[in-house]
């Protein structure tokens, strides 16, 4: 099963920066991917798309300026770089792949990494 590893989560004061990664285990994202999205969801509550990085144009769009997708040069490593962190940036966060450069239908949901913002 093509399935992506989350990582780098961790509890962070208010104000502070995390760096989260997104691992390809078993396969290639630059051969079974278009794009990495890059959700969150907070119990009780809709997940919602924070960032969308294009594999191939190296394009990305994220939900606010705070957030920052990125991949490695090999692209089999995909990250989200959030700054500024607040409060309501606490959730659980998932990343996985899509055959759309809008990260529309995305695939290949791992066990997501928790992210607390708390002083």
């Known amino acids: 099963q093509l399935q992506l590893v989350e990582s780098g989560g961790g509890r962070v004061p208010p104000g502070g920066s995390l760096k989260l990664s997104c691992s390809a285990s078993?396969?290639?994202?630059?051969?079974?991917?278009?794009?990495v999205g890059w959700f969150r969801q907070v119990p009780g509550k809709d997940r919602e798309e924070v960032a969308c990085?294009?594999?191939?144009?190296s394009s990305r769009s994220t939900s606010a300026a705070r957030f920052s997708g990125s991949t490695d040069n090999s692209k089999t490593t995909a990250y989200l770089q959030i700054d500024n962190l607040k409060a309501e940036d606490t959730a659980t966060y998932y990343c996985?792949?899509?055959?759309?450069?809008?990260?529309?239908?995305?695939?290949?949901w791992g066990r997501g990494t928790q992210v607390t913002v708390s002083s």
């Open positions: 990085v294009h594999l191939i144009a």
């Open positions: 078993g396969f290639s994202l630059s051969t079974d991917a278009v794009a």
């Open positions: 996985a792949r899509s055959w759309y450069d809008d990260c529309r239908n995305p695939a290949g």
